[in-house]
């Protein structure tokens, strides 16, 4: 299963739902892989993914080992765009001279 987004995002998480047949394997992907890992946890608990990246993020693939597809999911997607330093700052500077200015007209 593959999750392509519209919009590259810089965060995503979701909750894993697992089989008894074993670990499943998550890809995420910036124009390459970025990263691989193996998800893990009692088939019977709701385990959580998530990932922050201040690469785009274009898609998630979730392969479950040996092809086992049965009763292996996500759900509750989360997606979102952590903003980098300098956008920050710049906010700051920004609220920072309209504080000022504000102040001055008062």
């Not at 993914?49 to 999911?73: C, H, L, Q, Y």
């Amino acid at each position: 299963m593959a999750i392509t987004f519209a919009t590259p995002v810089t965060a995503v998480g979701f909750d894993t739902y697992l089989n008894q047949y074993g670990d499943v394997t998550i890809q995420v992907l910036s124009n390459e892989l970025w990263t691989s890992t193996s998800v893990s946890h009692n088939y019977t608990e709701v385990g959580f993914f998530g990932v922050t990246s201040t690469s785009p993020i274009d898609m998630i693939r979730w392969t479950a080992v040996g092809g086992e597809k049965e009763n292996t999911g996500i759900d509750n997607v989360l997606i979102g765009v952590v903003p980098v330093p300098g956008a920050v700052l710049l906010g700051v500077l920004g609220l920072g001279t309209a504080g000022l200015r504000l102040r001055r007209s008062v």
